[in-house]
């Protein structure tokens, strides 16, 4: 069965880049049937959307994060990643990963959203000097 | 941007009783793209309900979801002391996806 494993630091400082992979197990990242997503959740507060990719590349983030975040995909490694420049505390977060599968989605013409059928385990990442 | 807001924000309940957890969108949200996730302490939330209505798999039929529109409903019936959790909608008709702020289940 299909798996994700975030990993990254633990600790990023304040105006430094936060880094993270979500490796995907058990098939291939590159079926086209899903879309690839990361999600965060500051302590003791709800979930952010935060940008999703499908395995061709194409990218959508949400309006809130845009300007400092990137999301890319190595299918040869069977991962995606994300990163979040110019961090501060309100950065601090669980970060996980999930995935989308299209059946059910509403889908556009290049991108599908959807209900999130499976997760990471999530990672914690603190921004502190 | 669609904002979901979540009532109550606790809800308390005896095992057996049945729990009623409402989710209301700012605006409609389209073709009842909306989805319930369960989430334990120290876990990642899990799917429980997708389209308003339809049960993930594995989830059992205690739990239902329902309603369109602006106004929908997670029903949980015959609680088990399992059920703890914080219960959270999300919208996923119209980006950026969004997600209701909680509503935390205690069992007495």
């Known amino acids: 069965q299909v798996q994700l494993q975030e990993s990254g630091p633990g600790l990023v400082r304040p105006s430094e880049t936060l880094s993270l992979t979500c490796s995907v197990s058990?098939?291939?990242?590159?079926?086209?049937?899903?879309?690839w997503h990361w999600i965060r959740q500051p302590p003791g507060k709800g979930l952010e959307w935060i940008a999703n990719?499908?395995?061709?590349?194409?990218?959508y983030y949400n309006p809130s994060l845009k300007s400092r975040v990137t999301i890319s995909v190595d299918t040869a490694k069977n991962q995606f990643s994300l990163n979040l420049n110019s961090v501060t505390a309100a950065d601090t977060a669980v970060y996980y990963c999930?995935?989308?599968?299209?059946?059910?989605?509403?889908?556009?013409?290049?991108?599908?959203?959807?209900?999130?059928?499976?997760w990471g385990q999530g990672t914690m990442v603190t921004v502190s000097s | 941007e669609i904002v979901l807001t979540q009532s109550p924000g606790t809800l308390s309940l005896s095992p057996g009783e049945r729990a009623t957890l409402s989710c209301r969108a700012s605006?409609?949200?389209?073709?009842?793209?909306l989805a319930w996730y369960q989430q334990k302490p120290g876990q990642a939330p899990r799917l429980l309900v997708y389209?308003?209505?339809s049960r993930a798999a594995g989830i059992p039929d205690r739990f239902s979801g329902s309603g369109s529109g602006t106004d929908f409903t997670l029903t949980i019936s015959r609680l088990e002391p399992e059920d703890l959790a914080v219960y959270y909608c999300?919208?996923?008709?119209?980006?950026?996806?969004?997600f209701g702020q909680g509503t935390k289940l205690e069992i007495k």
């Open positions: 058990g098939g291939p990242i590159s079926s086209g049937n899903y879309f």
């Open positions: 389209g308003a209505s």
């Open positions: 999300q919208q996923y008709g119209r980006a950026p996806l969004t």
């Open positions: 990719i499908y395995y061709s590349g194409t990218a």
């Open positions: 605006q409609s949200v389209s073709s009842t793209y």
């Open positions: 999930a995935r989308v599968a299209s059946e059910g989605a509403y889908c556009s013409a290049t991108n599908c959203y959807g209900s999130f059928d499976l």
